[in-house]
């Protein structure tokens, strides 16, 4: 299995940071590429800590993992360092020449548009405004920057050869598909496609250097900013089903709903899905919570997972039982997905 892709199912914030982390201690990929943005939130919770990335791979908790930020991606310098610096990854970060680099003023003229802000609820991190200026090629990329010199690379050829090595190689998806510029819920939707064949695009993977696509769904499905979520639970019933939760970046309150089959579906379709990881069970079923094999989860959250599974035609091998990276229930054995 030489390339994954993971990506988000719904609408972001399904616990991609979590299968992700989860998945560079127990299958140590030599490279892990993350496209998208820092409007993106990932959490990694590992050994009592626990990291919010905006744009290092939450692969980085395995040492001996190249880190890689592809060419399709976008980011912004001082979110770049930090990062480095608080995952301790310094030396092993790479960059590709055409990684786009956010200015200052692009953060500006988001704050500035209230079409942004009120209609669409952006996160108002400059990347729409960054993005187009990469369309307009007026975009500044890495190779534009002095201080990136040391860390920059061909990562499309990087990735291609590593592939061809045998190595396992995993790319990072950001927000989730609902969001995706093309199938999502347009315009209430992220300035990019984040679909698996738009990350593997962003890395310069093609089509069939594909192995496995992992969708992530989390149990019940949430939405920041504004766009249609069907199902959407009043405030006072999320307050009472345990399902408040607040934005990485933003800090806003997250719009919560129940598990959308429909949406999952597609979701499955549009990815073409090959394995399917479900987080956030204790949620739902909070006898589950930290459990780590599953023949010990509660028999209603075995049925409940085997019904989505016949439904969606799709394993279901990741699931997260609890917020450190190693509450997870890994299936892939038994499935006969890995050896
Ligand atoms: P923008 O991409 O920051 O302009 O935001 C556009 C829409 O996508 C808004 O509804 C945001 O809340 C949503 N969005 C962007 N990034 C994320 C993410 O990482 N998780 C969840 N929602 C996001
Ligand atoms: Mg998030």
Partial sequence: ?????????????????????????????????????????????????????????????????????????LVRLDVLFKEIEETGSRGRVFLDYNTGVIEERHVEEERNDPYLSKTIGSTLQGVGAAARDRVMRRLKTAKDFD???????????????????????????????????????YPYVTSRDTTASGFASEVGVGPKKVDEVIVVFKSYVTRVGEGPLPGEYSVDEMISRGLVE???????????????????????????ATQIALTKLDALFPEARNVREWSKLPYEARRWIEEIESVLKTPITLIGTGDDIMYTIDRRIELGILR
């Fill in 246 to 272: 607040r934005g990485t970046v933003t800090g806003r309150m997250r719009r919560a709903a129940p598990f959308n089959i429909e949406l999952a579906k597609k979701a499955v379709t549009i990815n073409s």
């Fill in 147 to 185: 201080v990136l010199k040391e860390m920059i690379v061909n990562v499309s050829e990087e990735v291609n050869k590593s592939i061809d090595r045998g190595e396992l190689v995993y790319i990072e998806g950001t927000q989730g598909t609902f969001l995706s510029l093309y199938h999502g819920t």
């Fill in 1 to 73: 299995m030489p390339l994954n892709i993971v990506v988000g199912g719904f609408f972001g914030d399904e616990g991609k940071g979590k299968i992700c982390g989860y998945l560079a201690v127990r299958d140590r990929p030599s490279i892990a590429v993350r496209g998208g943005s820092i409007n993106a939130g990932h959490t990694v919770v590992y050994e009592n800590r626990m990291w919010r990335l905006r744009i290092i791979p939450s692969f980085f908790v395995n040492k001996d993992t190249k880190l890689m930020i592809a060419a399709g991606a």
